[in-house]
Structures are given as structure tokens and as C-alpha cells.
């Protein structure tokens, strides 16, 4: 059965950085690294949910899948950032879900270690290729929280189509 709008964002959330990746009908179509400075406030706050509201309407998004922190690793930033995001899904009737990397892993076994996860994903999305290959030259990783962007919506995908069948 074909979904009439099948687009997905998935995001890797953090205080600081966050991974955002959008998946279309199998299609990766954008992926990104979004680095919000200073320290935290109502206006970052605001900054990051409006970045999200942004990709939602521009891609019609009717599914989030938010990769969080471990529950121990959860801020006063964080819990705002994920009940500001699971309020935003809510007023335009997204079905949002969120998990850590360790759930998603449980389910991807492969994908253990951030080079699994590059060489899993470039595997599935070779335009990510060129991503890889910055990142593997680099000794601090910046794009680790786009793959897991990526992953999360993914893996939702996969979910989303398994569900259907």
C-alpha cells in the first residue's frame, strides 16, 4: 500500500548541535548539521523549533523520529527541546516518536560503532559518500549527528513500511 505523503524528518537532537535529514518515498533529499552557539535560552530555544517548523512545512513532513540523548543524559535543554518538538508535531499533525541510539542499534546491530553507521548508510544513500569521506578526515567529528539524522529517519522508514505490508 503507497502512502500519499511519505516524507519523514529525522533528528538527532542535542543542546549545541543538531542532525536533520528528510526521507521521501525512499529518497534521502536532505541532510544537514545544524550548530546553534551560546549558551541556552528561550530564544535558542525558539531558534531550533523554528528551524524544525521550517523543514516540516517546506517538505510536508507527516512523520518525526527524534533521536535523543540517553535518558541519564537528559538536561533541563534537552526536556525543553523535546516537549517544544512533540508539541510543534502535534499542531501539524505529525506522528512523532523518539528513541537513543541504543534502541535503534538493538535493532540495527550493524551499526554499533560511527564508521558501521557511515558505511551502513553510504551503503543504502551513496550521495552520502562525499560526507563520509569529510568526516573520516577530520580528527573531531561534526557529522555524526547528520548520519544519525539520517538513521533515525531511516529507520522509521523501514518501520513505516514494514507496518504497511
Same mark, same amino acid.
Given at each position: 500500500?503507497?502512502?500519499?505523503?511519505?516524507?519523514?524528518?529525522?533528528?538527532?537532537?542535542?543542546?549545541?548541535?543538531?542532525?536533520?535529514?528528510?526521507?521521501?518515498?525512499?529518497?534521502?533529499?536532505?541532510?544537514?548539521?545544524?550548530?546553534?552557539?551560546?549558551?541556552?535560552?528561550?530564544?535558542?530555544?525558539?531558534?531550533?523549533?523554528?528551524?524544525?517548523?521550517?523543514?516540516?512545512?517546506?517538505?510536508?513532513?507527516?512523520?518525526? *523520529?527524534?533521536?535523543?540523548? &540517553? =535518558?541519564?543524559?537528559?538536561?533541563?535543554?534537552?526536556?525543553?527541546?523535546? !516537549?517544544? $518538538?512533540? @508539541?510543534?508535531?502535534?499542531?501539524?499533525?505529525?506522528?512523532?516518536?523518539?528513541?537513543?541510539?541504543?534502541?535503534?542499534?538493538?535493532?540495527?546491530?550493524?551499526?554499533?560503532?560511527?564508521?558501521?553507521?557511515?558505511?551502513?548508510?553510504?551503503?543504502?544513500?551513496?550521495?552520502?559518500?562525499?560526507?563520509?569521506?569529510?568526516? *573520516?578526515?577530520?580528527?573531531? &567529528? =561534526?557529522?555524526?549527528?547528520?548520519?544519525?539524522?539520517?538513521?533515525?529517519? !531511516?529507520? $522509521?522508514? @523501514?518501520?513505516?513500511?514494514?507496518?504497511?505490508?
Amino acid at each position: 500500500m503507497k502512502q500519499r505523503n511519505m516524507s519523514i524528518l529525522g533528528i538527532s537532537l542535542g543542546a549545541k548541535r543538531n542532525g536533520v535529514a528528510v526521507i521521501s518515498y525512499e529518497t534521502l533529499i536532505h541532510w544537514k548539521v545544524h550548530t546553534t552557539p551560546g549558551t541556552w535560552s528561550e530564544m535558542k530555544l525558539r531558534c531550533i523549533v523554528d528551524r524544525y517548523e521550517a523543514y516540516i512545512r517546506k517538505y510536508a513532513v507527516k512523520w518525526v *523520529l527524534i533521536k535523543v540523548p &540517553p =535518558y541519564t543524559h537528559h538536561s533541563p535543554a534537552i526536556n525543553a527541546l523535546i !516537549h517544544e $518538538l512533540l @508539541q510543534l508535531c502535534q499542531r501539524h499533525g505529525c506522528m512523532v516518536e523518539y528513541k537513543t541510539k541504543a534502541s535503534i542499534q538493538a535493532d540495527i546491530p550493524e551499526v554499533q560503532t560511527p564508521k558501521e553507521l557511515m558505511r551502513y548508510l553510504t551503503n543504502r544513500f551513496p550521495i552520502l559518500i562525499h560526507e563520509q569521506e569529510k568526516e *573520516l578526515r577530520h580528527r573531531q &567529528p =561534526y557529522q555524526t549527528k547528520m548520519f544519525e539524522a539520517v538513521l533515525a529517519a !531511516h529507520y $522509521l522508514h @523501514q518501520q513505516i513500511i514494514t507496518n504497511n505490508k
